[in-house]
């Protein structure tokens, strides 16, 4: 296998590991209602100033199906719905305080998930394989990190 096609597969590999592990752990805090789905939309959303519309570009899905993961996360109490400032027809989202806890298992759930790879990698290549996937990564962080 050439190293493009290794790189793709291993990085694949690794982001699934990470999806399910995370997903795991969300749900073994008492979020069992939510979906890797959710985390995703739960990232945009954390950073703010998110509409349906930028949902759905994030996800990179139609406003339709973001709309109608929107109305799923309103009704189980993650999501607000909040008036827009500049635009009376579109609503800003905003993380409940559920949706919140929710953020933050899923940022330790994170944490715990990648030590392995911190440990078996050790601390400076660790932090060198941050900085190179943060110069290839297109958009930068998703959200800003605290």
Not at 32 to 52: N, V
Not at 56 to 71: R, S
Not at 76 to 91: I, N, T
């Amino acid at each position: 296998m050439d190293d493009a096609l290794a790189f793709s597969a291993l990085v694949l590999a690794l982001s699934g590991q990470l999806v399910q592990k995370i997903h795991a752990r969300v749900s073994q805090e008492g979020f069992e209602d939510l979906r890797p789905a959710h985390g995703f939309a739960f990232a945009r959303i954390s950073f703010g100033d998110a509409t349906t519309a930028d949902l759905a570009e994030h996800l990179g899905v139609t406003k339709q199906a973001a709309a109608q993961l929107v109305e799923e996360l309103v009704r189980k109490g993650y999501v607000l719905r909040l008036p827009h400032p500049r635009d009376a027809r579109a609503r800003l989202l905003a993380l409940s305080e559920d949706g919140w806890a929710a953020t933050r298992a899923a940022d330790q759930a994170a944490r715990a998930a990648v030590a392995p790879w911190r440990e078996a990698l050790g601390e400076e290549r660790f932090k060198e394989l941050v900085a190179d996937l943060t110069r290839l990564a297109p958009q930068g962080p998703i959200r800003p990190a605290w």
